[in-house]
């Protein structure tokens, strides 16, 4: 198959699933993130490099070598992004808050500890949910004095990591299947 082949299936893979299911990918990143269209970017061009480098290894093998070169990661990558799937939804869901209480889908990121005055008030109210403790610590603007800004920086880049390593294991596992899937003898040297 001719490079310029490769690239352009490549590059039509990727932007298919960052497109597909009414931008999925992008509805299921971190709220409250600035950086959403750099992960998005950088994720592209990294699922972008990995599967023109498994192109390229697998360029030369004979059809039944070239299916295995592709489907035995395809398959591991599935598991891998099924995994990476669950982390980030369990972080997203414990990281996050829906603001205003009872109102909203809308989520906002959190932290991971909460400051003392904050843990004093949980004590004192242990029923309270996140958002309804941001809500009587004066609400969004002042969420810093229920988590500190290290712990919500802390939560924003853990979500960061995971939802790029989920989007990345799982546009490279449909990519290998894909490929697995498409090999045949017309576009193969043996």
């Known amino acids: 198959m001719k490079p310029k082949v490769i690239l352009a299936r490549s590059i039509e893979i990727v932007t298919f699933l960052f497109s597909a299911f009414g931008h999925f990918l992008t509805r299921i990143a971190p709220p409250d993130f600035s950086g959403l269209s750099f992960a998005v970017g950088f994720v592209s061009l990294?699922?972008?490099?990995?599967?023109?480098?498994?192109?390229?290894?697998?360029?030369?093998?004979?059809?039944?070598?070239?299916?295995?070169?592709?489907?035995k990661p395809g398959i591991i990558?599935?598991?891998?992004?099924?995994?990476?799937?669950s982390i980030y939804w369990v972080y997203l869901h414990k990281l996050t808050f829906p603001y205003p209480p009872n109102q909203?889908?809308?989520?906002?990121v959190g932290g991971f500890q909460l400051t003392p005055a904050a843990q004093l008030y949980l004590k004192a109210h242990p029923n309270l949910t996140s958002a309804e403790i941001v809500a009587d610590f004066g609400g969004l603007p002042m969420k810093t004095k229920?988590?500190?800004?290290?712990?919500?920086?802390?939560?924003?880049?853990?979500?960061?990591?995971?939802?790029?390593?989920?989007?990345?294991s799982?546009?490279?596992?449909?990519?290998?299947?894909?490929?697995g899937l498409v090999v045949n003898s017309a576009n193969q040297s043996t």
């Open 46 to 71: 990294t699922s972008l490099a990995i599967l023109l480098i498994i192109s390229l290894v697998s360029k030369n093998l004979s059809v039944v070598k070239r299916r295995k070169a592709w489907l």
């Open 77 to 85: 990558l599935v598991f891998v992004g099924f995994t990476a799937t």
């Open 104 to 108: 909203s889908q809308e989520r906002h």
């Open 146 to 168: 229920v988590w500190s800004e290290e712990s919500i920086d802390n939560a924003e880049t853990v979500l960061t990591v995971n939802y790029i390593f989920l989007v990345l």
């Open 170 to 179: 799982l546009a490279s596992a449909i990519f290998c299947l894909l490929e």
